[in-house]
Structure formats: structure tokens, C-alpha cells
């Protein structure tokens, strides 16, 4: 069983709607990390979790450490938003990264 | 610079030749990571450099795989008699110190393909 898993894999929307990625895991972490991956670009951060929730414009991260998981939410979604999403595992100094969810918002 | 940047950008090579991937991390990142992503997957940790000294190699698959960074600025990844399984996007990351809290930042990557 892989460290770190993410539901769903694929994921398509209608712009407007609401987006919910889940990311599960099950060993001890110090942070957990959700990166955006465009088609052919860089990754670029979006999130460094700890605890509790966090917000940035349309984007909203959640953890429950107990629970071991995280959630990534998009609201009001846009084409834009289209990339894949991916949570990261933070354990000392290197990260172990789940597969990725790839997002398409439909115009 | 303003980001990390990694060159080439795309590299094609035949099966058993020898490469060189270069990283230039943001200027004053301690820390540098370099990862490998497969089609369709997410990146997986090969090795982490804290200053000149490679901290944490336990990700390199095999000892055809060595990294280097001699001044603890750019980094090098070094593959010889690539395998057609080497191919792969070539992440390099670098952040400002290293432990968990710390943001790394990525650069665009390098695409190897060993024909």
C-alpha cells in the first residue's frame, strides 16, 4: 500500500462547481504540502499544512492529523483551475508525493 | 534569478550513453532536491543536498545515478549507460533551508528520453 493516496484520479467539473480532492496517508508527517502540476509547466505550491485549515482566493486546504487526511477544495471553479493536483508528505527533509489528481473544468 | 531553472529543458539520448542534468536553485536556497516523474505519475524523491553534501541520496535508484553540487549552489545529475526505464521528467527543487516547514520551490524540469 502506497504511504500517501489520492482520490479521485481524474476528476472533471463544470465551471461554477465546486471541487473537493482528497488525500489520505498513513504514516507520521510534520506538514503535508498541495502542489498545482500545469500540462508541461512547473509545479508550484499552494499549500503547506500542519494543522487546522488554511485559504488563499478560491483555494481552501484542510488536515485532520488523527485522521491522517487532507482535502483540497475549489470553489466557484474555473478552466483555469484545470492541472493536476498533488499532496506531498513532509517527514524530515524530502517529500514523498501522491499520484496526483488530474483536474479538467469545462467551460 | 527570479526561479529555479534547469537545462536542457528536453534531452534525447540513445540506450548506454552518458547525461548530464544542471539545476540553478534560487540564489541563497541552501537546500536543493532533485525528483523523477514518470507519465502519469507523481515525482519520487532521489536525493537532497543540504550546502555541498548530498544529505539524503536513499532515493537514487541504483549506482548508474550520482548527483553532485561542488560550490553548494548549481547541481548537477549525472546517469550513465542510460536504460530506456530513465526516462522521465527530471525535477530539480530548491528551498531556503531545509526540514519539512519549508516551501520548495520547482523548477520546470527536464524531459529525458532514452531511445
Known amino acids: 500500500k502506497n504511504e500517501v493516496e489520492q482520490s479521485p484520479q481524474n476528476l472533471t467539473a463544470q465551471e461554477g462547481e465546486f471541487i473537493t480532492i482528497n488525500c489520505s496517508y498513513s504514516v507520521g508527517i510534520s506538514a503535508l504540502h498541495w502542489l498545482q502540476q500545469h500540462p508541461g509547466g512547473g509545479i508550484v505550491s499552494l499549500f503547506m499544512l500542519s494543522s487546522g485549515k488554511k485559504k488563499h482566493g478560491r483555494l481552501i486546504a484542510t488536515i485532520n492529523i488523527q485522521e491522517k487526511h487532507s482535502s483540497l477544495h475549489i470553489t466557484a471553479s474555473h478552466p483555469r483551475d484545470s492541472a493536476v493536483y498533488i499532496c506531498a508528505l513532509a517527514a524530515g527533509n524530502k517529500l514523498t508525493f501522491g499520484g496526483g489528481t488530474r483536474v479538467l473544468v469545462k467551460p | 534569478g527570479a526561479g529555479v531553472s534547469q537545462t536542457p529543458s528536453n534531452k534525447v539520448t540513445e540506450k548506454g550513453k552518458y547525461v548530464e542534468l544542471r539545476c540553478d536553485p534560487i540564489?541563497?536556497?541552501?537546500?536543493l532536491y532533485w525528483y523523477r516523474q514518470s507519465l502519469g505519475q507523481g515525482p519520487e524523491f532521489l536525493i537532497y543536498?543540504?550546502?555541498?553534501?548530498?544529505?539524503?541520496d536513499s532515493g537514487l535508484p541504483n549506482d548508474r545515478f550520482f548527483a553532485v553540487r561542488p560550490e553548494g549552489s548549481v547541481s548537477t545529475l549525472k546517469i550513465q549507460r542510460t536504460e530506456r526505464g530513465d526516462s522521465a521528467v527530471y525535477l530539480c527543487?530548491?528551498?531556503?533551508?531545509?526540514?519539512?516547514?519549508?516551501?520548495?520551490?520547482f523548477g520546470p524540469g527536464t524531459r529525458l528520453t532514452v531511445l
Open positions: 543536498f543540504q550546502g555541498t553534501g548530498a544529505a539524503d
Open positions: 540564489s541563497g536556497h541552501t537546500a
Open positions: 527543487a530548491s528551498s531556503l533551508m531545509q526540514g519539512s516547514y519549508n516551501e520548495q520551490f
